[in-house]
């Protein structure tokens, strides 16, 4: 989506603005499904992306790429799919401090 002038911008922005409004109110089941989701679409979109990539860039090797978007959508999502990320974190009672995602 190109954007042509400073209303659409505007508006855009917006957009975005009350997304990260109820975004922040999702509970971490509702997170990690989104991010179960965007880890499955990377992983489907590896070879188009690595086409992309190297079309853009005019270095690289296809092949090497998708291998690269694989490893990468799949591993991200395995090293961080068991993570905490919504509501209280952590609590450390010695310094009062309270970590909140």
Do not use: W
Not at 27 to 47: G, H, P, S, W
Not at 48 to 53: C, D, F, R, S, T
Not at 62 to 70: G, R
């Amino acid at each position: 989506m190109a954007v042509t002038n400073v209303a659409e911008l505007n508006a855009l922005v917006e957009r975005v603005k009350k997304a990260q409004r109820e975004y922040a109110s999702f509970t971490q089941e509702q997170v990690d499904k989104i991010f179960r989701a965007a880890a499955l679409a990377a992983a489907d979109a590896r070879i188009p992306l690595a086409k992309m990539a190297v079309a853009e860039s005019g270095m690289g090797i296809v092949e090497d790429k998708v291998i690269k978007n694989h490893f990468a959508s799949e591993y991200i999502y395995n090293a961080y799919k068991d993570e905490k990320t919504c509501g209280v974190l952590s609590e450390d009672d010695t310094f009062g401090t309270i970590t909140i995602a």
